[in-house]
């Protein structure tokens, strides 16, 4: 298990929240939104090489072709 790819996403989780709380703090709450939506694309385009390997994983234990 590769735990830099968690570090790094948990670090994007912190700042993320963050900034979403300070914006909402100054009146901001569509800018938050948008950061938090950002974040969470972010932390989903890094897992797609973790969800491409255990596909291929699956489709290799099962032998599916």
Do not use: C, H, R, W
Request: zero cysteines.
């Amino acid at each position: 298990m590769n735990f830099d790819l968690i570090f790094k996403i948990g670090a994007i989780g912190i700042v993320t929240a963050i900034v979403g709380m300070l914006l909402k703090k100054y009146g901001k709450e569509d800018l938050a939104i948008v950061v938090s939506v950002i974040g969470l694309i972010v932390a989903l385009i890094m897992m797609l090489d973790v969800v491409s390997q255990l596909y291929d994983t699956i489709t290799n234990l099962f032998d599916f072709q």
